[in-house]
């Protein structure tokens, strides 16, 4: 049994929301050489809890004098593609259009290195913030790809300690290297970043 199942809800946010707060992990000890990205694995069936746990711990963070940057990806996508003036084409062809061909298009116009990091670096530029929260994850696949984003998110220079919400399984057990499964089913390895759940 995971750790989120042994605890109820409310002493797993407090434990969440005292880990997210602590000094520890806003002045990123004890990682060594690592990245302060954490991944926070949870059941897609959960995902309207989730974003009501993500507004409540941005709202006390908040009030702790700790100001938390959110980024979803799937609306950080519909402004690359508003800006590349992309959007109207695709809403006017998707249902026309192969779905393969739609698929390859948004994969080059969201290219994390090219377009996609940017985006984010400038989001980030423009906000001053102590912690990272990834979001939306779940509604980029499968043009975009969490691993792909965390690889690409390494070369940002002085990364805030950073939270990506997956909705799915991340085994960081396995020898070979952790296992990002997305809703349980796709499967991708990345060593860089910490489960969260390893923290509280």
Request: charged content about 20%; proline content about 6%; overall charge neutral.
């Amino acid at each position: 049994m995971e750790l989120r199942e042994k605890l109820k809800p409310a002493k797993h946010f407090t434990n969440l929301l005292n880990l997210l707060s602590s000094s520890k992990f806003l002045n990123m000890e004890g990682l060594g050489i690592e990245i302060p990205f954490y991944i926070y694995p949870f059941s897609p069936k959960e995902t309207v809890q989730i974003y009501t746990v993500i507004n409540n711990l941005i709202t006390q963070l908040k009030q702790r004098g700790i100001i938390v940057l959110e980024i979803n990806l799937y609306l950080a996508s519909l402004e690359i593609l508003k800006e590349r003036g992309i959007l109207p084409w695709i809403l006017e062809n998707e249902t026309q259009k192969n779905k393969k061909d739609i698929l390859e298009l948004l994969q080059n116009v969201l290219d994390p290195e090219k377009y996609l990091i940017p985006y984010l670096e400038k989001c980030m530029s423009a906000v001053k913030h102590q912690i990272l929260f990834v979001t939306g994850v779940g509604e980029v696949f499968p043009y975009l790809r969490l691993h792909s984003i965390l690889s690409n998110m390494e070369r940002i220079p002085n990364p805030k300690p950073s939270v990506f919400f997956f909705p799915g399984e991340y085994d960081t057990a396995q020898a070979d290297g952790a296992t990002l499964r997305l809703f349980g089913i796709m499967e991708n390895k990345h060593y860089r970043a910490f489960n969260i759940y390893d923290w509280l």
